[in-house]
């Protein structure tokens, strides 16, 4: 999987970079079908903006935005939101795969 953070009107540093790739790591236990993860840092006056953009098979994209003071409380903010957004995608498609009928008992 590929991580890649960028920081826009911002200087990230080594510290923000490793919380980030630290975090978005877990994201393929919640759909191990990730292909690569985009987070984008923008610094306007006194707020942070973090998005992320996740990228997964058969073209599926899921996207998360914050805006706040503090930018790891906004990296897990993030994450949250994608975990609940991945989990939903793997059991809408678990459950599309089984036809819904139980097998009558014997």
């Given at each position: ?31 191990d079908r990730v ?72």
């Amino acid at each position: 999987m590929q991580i890649q953070v960028t920081g826009r009107h911002v200087e990230l540093t080594d510290d923000v970079r490793d919380y980030i790739h630290s975090k978005m790591a877990r994201l393929p236990r919640f759909y191990d079908r990730v292909h690569a993860v985009e987070v984008v840092l923008d610094h306007e006056s006194d707020q942070f903006t973090a998005e992320a953009i996740v990228r997964a098979d058969s073209k599926q994209t899921f996207v998360a935005a914050e805006t706040g003071p503090d930018t790891f409380a906004l990296v897990d903010l993030i994450v949250d939101k994608l975990e609940r957004q991945l989990t939903k995608h793997k059991e809408k498609n678990r459950i599309r795969k089984h036809d819904g009928k139980k097998e009558p008992l014997p």
